[in-house]
């Protein structure tokens, strides 16, 4: 049964800091690993998306990496911003399914 | 694209009564929608996975009898939670798969369910 691990669970930085999430799945057999924001009592915003056959993908300020071999996964958010705060989740597809992280909070401070 | 809505965004209901909540795929044809749960500082947990025009498929420990899942098109999807308790107070996701992309899925907005 997969399992998936984020650290931390919380984290809080000063605006601007570059800063990096991260994830551990325990089952490497995964279609693509998915990483959402989700703003508080709100849905999930769906931020990149990895394949398996992929290292890592890029919008904009934010960076996801996949290492499908030792089961990691990081986002990474470059130049902060206090909109920047809300809890980020990853989430590894098996062939129907996708399995959730706990997430982590993210708080950036003006 | 590939948007999905849910109706309604919040219901409040007294402990007994029975609450519907939908799920919609509103650009796309969706033949999987799945149904999540979330509790406060929790993972999202899945609760059942929809196939239009066949029984759900629920997982470990969810009750089908509490927990109806109607997907009679291919744009709809129902969660009717029945003779709700305040341990049903939660907040409930669904989200949608296409035929085409079969490995992401795209999720609503959610639903907060809080039951007095």
């Known amino acids: 049964k997969q399992e998936v691990t984020q650290i931390p669970a919380a984290l809080s930085v000063p605006e601007g800091e570059n800063l990096v999430l991260n994830c551990s799945f325990t089952d490497s057999a995964i279609y693509n690993l998915q990483w959402f924001r989700q703003d508080p009592g709100k849905g999930l915003t769906s931020l990149l998306l990895i394949q398996s056959s992929q290292r890592e993908q890029t919008s904009g300020r934010l960076n996801a990496s996949l290492d499908k071999s030792s089961g990691r996964s990081t986002l990474y958010i470059a130049a902060s911003q206090p909109g920047d705060s809300a809890t980020y989740l990853c989430?590894?597809?098996?062939?129907?399914?996708?399995?959730f992280g706990k997430g982590t909070m993210l708080l950036v401070s003006p | 694209g590939a948007v999905v809505s849910q109706h309604p965004s919040r219901v409040i209901c007294k402990s007994g009564t029975s609450v519907k909540i939908e799920c919609r795929s509103l650009d796309f044809q969706a033949t999987t929608m799945f149904w999540y749960r979330q509790f406060p500082k929790q993972s999202l947990m899945l609760m059942a996975t929809?196939?239009?025009?066949?029984?759900?498929?629920?997982e470990q420990g969810v009750e089908k009898d509490k927990f109806l899942i109607n997907h009679a098109s291919l744009t709809l999807s129902t969660l009717t939670v029945t003779s709700a308790h305040p341990e049903d107070s939660s907040f409930y996701i669904c989200?949608?798969?296409?035929?085409?992309?079969?490995?992401?899925?795209?999720f609503g907005p959610g639903t907060r369910l809080t039951v007095l």
């Open positions: 989200s949608a798969r296409s035929g085409v992309n079969y490995n992401e899925q795209f």
């Open positions: 929809s196939n239009e025009g066949s029984k759900a498929t629920y």
């Open positions: 989430a590894a597809s098996g062939y129907s399914t996708l399995t």
